[in-house]
Structures are given as structure tokens and as C-alpha cells.
């Protein structure tokens, strides 16, 4: 009976493993929770662009690079009881800046650097909060660690992976769906509320702890007096093996969204994989075993490099995701598995996990913000395939455990160089190949733009193609008898093309546009018309003016407004539009904000009273159309939907959807309607959409 009873101490160590636990969980939740919450929030006002998420992945890795570092320098220079009083002040002081909503004032207002100004709204929003939350699971490891309570301190970072994992797939599933976005920054600022008294909580604990003789219980980590510091080539390796799998989850990230299948969510898969090899790495020893994954990374690496070859994109999307998200796992295991192989002891965990963020900044440096700058095509997702080779060869022959290091001759090192070099080469021929059919390719911060010319440009069917990943932006005709026609989405019988058809004959049309693309609506335009596009990529524009003839023979007055389109319109007086056609809904970068009610009711304020609002839905993975049904009948709108087939034959009208909007339905009786409008389906479940709420979950097919 009396061994049943814990002593005080154990009861103690107990209380404050616990603490620290539940205090770590909590943060590594609010950290990633935070993400999709502040970029919800901020998405509608730099156009629903995935480059948007990219950048602020790349703002939460600086801060998080930022917080292991002040953990590192506290660590060395504080003592235990200042550095947690310290901790605390600042614990106190980040809760000015509660909530975070970001307040109207930090909307851009068109034409600014995009990246820097959503840096800044990030550092003034969330900054203090993030940074804080980020050096909770290293500072309280080594809390823990200093303690002595006879514990490893690393398995904590696998509970903290946990529950970043955990408010990854909980935020499409359970919050957005069910939280206005408003009231998530609310929830998110009340649970940091709750965090802030835990962390200030274990601060204390830790400084009681400090003052305790430290345990010297059987099982105890080696004396801190004896372990080894790392050397220099330490902190190397582990900063590689943290920088590739940290650029490799932007690039597979960045090629499954654009190039194998714009899915909503798709960016959540590879987070999720990324999350789940830190946790099995560091939870134990055994999932990480070399017989199994060294092996499995050569194909893991060939494969994701032969997908990569033209052509391949015809492949089955299932077969693609797998193969791509099968290889990307193999790669973190790998890399994380190497990494921890190398861990060192507690005493020099801060510095572990200070290198570990500085790899995933350069990771996330060189995909986010070099890349788009320095490069004219995603060259970088081929580039940390090779690098993942040359590292993991790199970690087998530094490594003093590896048979690699002793027992193998140099052949095989060399055998090994030699096959990462052959996959160098093939990946270069295939990126050259990608690239070299194109007769511009181009980029910046909204995306790889391609531009390529199809067939003999002296036969009268022959085509110049805009394209934007797996895109289609819009084509035309390369001979000059048929430039100006309009093709692929916007063909005479579409939805747009029936709407701008229903011009009375002498009398002036004053058309807009959301998404400038090729210019192809401007085919309609004819003289004495006004045709304003709205369009936030500046290359778009200059592509449209110089390549293609839609706007450049434009016999009507035709302008391009720079910026969201949606802020442009809320800033103009009103147009008086015939036709308003909002055509900016392709893929994974939905811009949820243009279907809103209110996006709608700002619509109808700049079109005529028998205009039509014509949207552009066309969509693999999404139902629209009852979003909008559910809106314009609130809003006492008539609302019909256009479909048409592929042309056959010579393929450059496309299959489309479009949903028609207006004040009455006398205007769907006009001639040019006939036998083409059905009507749009209507799903009474359906939460109507508003700039406070809006869900992808509710219409995936």
C-alpha cells in the first residue's frame, strides 16, 4: 500500500509534465490555427490569390525563425528565473494588439507590392501573438530539460506537431463552416487569452523547479557536463535537412494546385504529411528506420521527377496525387528521420531547434520570395528534388552510425553521387522541355504565365494560347482575318457571349469585365462601346496589349483598372454597365469574396436596371451555382444558367457554365436566349454566403 503512493516530488514532476504539455498542445494549435484564420481574413482584398497563402507561410516561418532564435539567446545568457519573468512581460504585453482582426485601413488600394504590404499587416496583426506562441515548444522543453526531472524533453515536440496538425484539418472541417470569420478571430483571441495565463503559468513552475536539486533517477539523460556541443558541420546538416523538405512542401504544394489539379484544400494534404513525419520522427526512434526508407526514396524521387515530364499531365489526377504525396512523405521521413538521428543532448536543444527554423526559412525564402523574382517558371520544386538526393547521400556518408561512413568503399558513395547526378540531368532536360515550346514564359508574385502559338500561323486555324499553371486564360486566332473572334469560354452561344448580344442595334455597350485574360470579351466590342477590365496581375495586362489583338485592335474605347476588381469598383462612382461579367473562378484560388451577398448587391449598384450580370463558373470541383441561387433570390434577383459543349472538330469553343443575373425576367426574354437557359439548382441548406461567411466545404462535387 505504501508503494502505491507517489512522493511529493513525483506528484510534482507529474503536475508540471503536465503543464507544460497541455501549454505546448495549446500553443502548436493557436499557431497553426492562426494561419488559415488571419489568411481567410486578408485573402478578398489581394484577389483570392494562392500566392497570398504563400506568402504568409513564408511571413509565419520568419517569425517562427525569430522566436527559436530569443529562446536560444535566452537560454545562453538568462538565468532560468529572469528569463521566465521576462517571458511573462512579454506574454502581458501581446495582449494589446487583441483581436486580430485586421481593421479596414491595411486594404491595398491597387498597384503596390503585394508580398511587402501583406508582411507588414501580418507583423502588425498577429506578429506579437505568432512569435510568442512560436518559442512556447523549444522554451518550454528546455524549461523542462532544465529541471532535470528525468525525462527526454523531444517528445513534446511531437505533442506540439500534433496539435498544429490538429488545427490544420480542423479549420476547413469544423471552423470555417460553422464560424463567421469575425467570430473565429474572436475565438482564436479569447483561446491566446487562455494560452498566455498557461504559458505565464509554467513560467512560474519552471522557476520553483529551477531552485529544486535536480533528479538523478535510473534512466536519466546522460550528465549534461559530459555531452558533446555540436560542431558547425552539425548545425549544417541539420539546417539542410529542415531547408528541403521545408522547400519541397511549397513546391509540390505549388505544382499539385496549379499543374495536376486545382482541388480546394489540395494545399492541406502535403501540410498534413509534413506534420505527420515530425511527429512519428520525434515521438520515436522506431517509425524512422533506414532499411525501409532509404531504399523507397529513389523511386520516391525518380517518380515525382518522371511526373514532372510533358505529357504526363494526362495521367489519371488519382495516380498523380498519389505518386506526388506518396513521395513527398517518403522525402520528410527521410529528412526528418536524418535530422533526428542527429539530435543532440537537451543541454543544446535550443540551438537544435534555432538551426531547424532556420532551415525551414531558407526553405521557405527560396520558394516564397526568391523564386518568384528570380526565376521565370517553378524551377524550384525540380531543384529540391535534386537537393533532397544530394542531402540525403550527404547524411548517409557524414553520419559516424552509417555503414555508409566505414563499412562501404568509395564505389558506392560514388555510385550513389553518380545516380543523384543522372537525376540532375533529367530534371533539367524536362524543365527545358516544359519551358522551351512556349514562346514567353514570365512570372511574378500571382504566377508562372506561359504564352504558346499552336499550329501553321499562315492557316487560318491556327491559335495563341495564355496560360496560368493548368489554366486556360484565353486563346486567339493567329491569322488576321479571324483575330478578334472570340474563343474556348467566351464564344458566341456562352452565357457571356449571349449577354453582350443583347445590345440594341446603334446604341453604345458599356461593358465590364473581372479578369482580363487574353481580352477575349473585347472580340464583342464594337465602335462607340466602353469595355473596362478589371484585372489585379500586371503581366496579365501587359501580355493582353502586346500578344494578343482582343484589346489592341479594339474599335471601341477600351481601358484595363489595376488592383482586386471588386476595391476598384467600390472606389468608382457608378458605370451604368449593360453587362457586368465576373469571370475570375478557376480552380484552387477561388475568390470567394466576388459571390458574396454584398459582393452582389454592389454589382447591381453599377449596372443598369435591365443589365445582366453574367458569372463565369465553370468549375471540376465546385457547384457555384446554388451559392449564387441562394444570394440573388434573397436579394429578389432572377437568376438563369447557360451550358454549352465542346465545338468538336476544331476544339477552341469550350465547355461552359454561366449564371445569368437580374433585376427581372423580362430580360431573358430577348431573342438570343432562346432554348439555352435552364435553371439553377437550388439546395435549401445552403448558408447564404457574405463577406462574414463563406465555406468550399458545403458545394465540393
Known amino acids: 500500500m505504501e508503494n502505491s503512493i507517489q512522493p511529493p516530488a513525483q506528484r510534482s514532476a507529474g503536475a508540471g509534465l503536465f503543464l507544460y504539455a497541455t501549454t505546448i498542445f495549446l500553443s502548436a494549435f493557436l499557431l497553426f490555427q492562426v494561419q488559415p484564420v488571419i489568411a481567410r481574413m486578408i485573402l478578398p482584398w489581394f484577389g483570392g490569390s494562392a500566392a497570398v497563402w504563400t506568402t504568409c507561410m513564408l511571413f509565419f516561418q520568419i517569425v517562427l525563425l525569430l ?37 479596414v485601413n491595411w486594404k491595398p488600394a491597387g498597384g503596390q507590392n503585394p508580398s511587402a504590404q501583406i508582411l507588414l499587416l501580418l507583423a502588425a496583426c498577429v506578429g506579437a501573438p505568432y512569435f510568442l506562441l512560436s518559442t512556447t515548444s523549444p522554451l518550454l522543453q528546455s524549461w523542462y530539460a532544465r529541471s532535470g526531472k528525468g525525462v527526454l524533453p523531444y517528445r513534446l515536440f511531437a505533442l506540439s506537431n ?77 539546417i539542410s535537412l529542415a531547408a528541403c523538405p521545408s522547400a519541397l512542401l511549397l513546391g509540390v504544394t505549388t505544382h499539385l494546385t496549379q ?82 538521428k542527429r539530435k543532440p543532448h537537451p543541454k543544446f536543444l535550443t540551438g537544435f531547434y534555432l538551426a531547424l527554423s532556420v532551415g525551414g526559412a531558407i526553405g521557405g525564402l527560396f ?30 556518408v557524414t553520419d559516424p552510425k552509417s555503414r555508409f561512413y566505414e563499412g562501404w568503399g568509395q564505389w558506392q558513395v560514388v555510385l550513389m553521387v553518380g545516380a543523384v547526378l543522372m537525376l540532375a540531368i533529367f530534371v533539367g532536360r524536362t524543365v527545358k522541355l516544359n519551358v522551351g515550346e512556349h514562346r514567353i514564359v514570365a512570372r511574378n508574385f500571382y504566377g508562372s504565365l506561359r504564352i504558346r502559338d499552336d499550329g501553321d500561323p499562315n492557316e487560318t486555324n491556327s491559335y495563341r494560347t495564355l496560360l496560368h499553371g493548368a489554366i486556360n486564360h484565353g486563346e486567339e486566332y493567329v491569322h488576321p482575318t479571324r483575330r478578334r473572334e472570340p474563343l474556348t469560354y467566351y464564344c458566341r452561344d456562352t452565357g457571356a457571349g449571349r449577354a453582350i448580344r443583347t445590345r440594341q442595334e446603334g446604341v453604345p455597350q458599356t461593358v465590364g469585365v473581372f479578369g482580363l485574360g487574353a481580352g477575349s470579351l473585347g472580340g464583342y466590342a464594337r465602335a462607340g462601346d466602353h469595355y473596362k477590365f478589371y484585372e489585379i496581375n500586371p503581366m496579365v495586362r501587359d501580355l493582353a496589349m502586346t500578344e494578343f489583338f482582343f484589346l489592341k485592335e479594339s474599335p471601341a474605347k477600351a481601358e484595363v483598372v489595376l488592383g482586386d476588381a471588386r476595391l476598384s469598383l467600390e472606389r468608382e462612382p457608378k458605370n451604368d454597365f449593360d453587362v457586368l461579367a465576373v469571370d475570375c473562378f478557376s480552380g484552387d484560388s477561388i475568390p470567394v469574396h466576388l459571390l458574396t451577398k454584398e459582393a452582389i448587391q454592389l454589382y447591381f449598384a453599377h449596372l443598369k436596371p435591365n443589365g445582366i450580370l453574367a458569372i463565369h463558373v465553370s468549375n471540376r470541383y465546385l457547384d457555384l451555382e446554388p451559392v449564387i441561387e441562394r444570394v440573388t433570390s434573397n436579394l429578389g434577383k432572377q437568376v ?54 463563406s465555406s468550399l466545404i458545403g458545394v465540393l462535387r
Request: charged residues 15%; proline residues 6%; glycine residues 8%.
Open 162 to 238: 500534433f496539435g498544429s496538425m490538429l488545427a490544420l484539418i480542423s479549420y476547413p472541417i469544423l471552423v470555417e463552416p460553422n464560424l463567421p470569420s469575425r467570430m473565429q478571430g474572436s475565438a482564436w483571441s479569447f483561446a491566446y487569452v487562455l494560452f498566455v495565463a498557461l504559458c505565464a503559468a509554467s513560467g512560474l513552475t519552471s522557476i520553483r523547479g529551477a531552485s529544486a536539486p535536480a533528479s538523478t533517477e535510473p534512466g536519466d539523460p546522460e550528465d549534461a557536463a559530459e555531452a558533446v556541443a555540436p560542431t558547425a558541420g552539425s548545425f549544417a546538416m541539420w
Open 259 to 340: 499543374d495536376v489539379a486545382a482541388i480546394p484544400f489540395l494545399w492541406v494534404a502535403p501540410l498534413i504529411l509534413y506534420l505527420l513525419t515530425f511527429i512519428l520522427c520525434f515521438d520515436s526512434d522506431g517509425w524512422y528506420r533506414r532499411p525501409i526508407f532509404l531504399p523507397l526514396l529513389a523511386p520516391a524521387l525518380g517518380g515525382m521527377a518522371y511526373l514532372l515530364w510533358k505529357g504526363t499531365e494526362d495521367f489519371n489526377m488519382k495516380i498523380l496525387l498519389s505518386v506526388f504525396c506518396a513521395s513527398f512523405f517518403v522525402c520528410c521521413m527521410v529528412c526528418h528521420g536524418e535530422m533526428v
Open 367 to 396: 520558394v516564397g520570395l526568391v523564386a518568384p523574382y528570380l526565376f521565370n517558371s517553378y524551377y524550384e520544386f525540380p531543384i529540391a528534388i535534386v537537393f533532397c538526393g544530394f542531402i540525403a547521400v550527404a547524411a548517409l
Open 640 to 693: 438563369v444558367q447557360i451550358e454549352t459543349e465542346d465545338d468538336g472538330d476544331e476544339g477552341n469553343c469550350f465547355s461552359t457554365t454561366w449564371v445569368l443575373v437580374a433585376n427581372s425576367a423580362e430580360v431573358f426574354k430577348h431573342k438570343v436566349f432562346d432554348g439555352s437557359l435552364k435553371t439553377v439548382e437550388v439546395r435549401q441548406k445552403l448558408r447564404m454566403w457574405t463577406d462574414d461567411y
Open 67 to 103: 522566436g527559436y532564435l530569443y529562446v536560444h539567446w535566452g537560454v545562453r545568457t538568462l538565468t532560468p528565473r529572469n528569463h521566465a519573468y521576462l517571458h511573462i512581460g512579454l506574454l502581458v504585453v501581446s495582449l494589446a494588439v487583441l483581436p486580430i482582426t485586421p481593421g
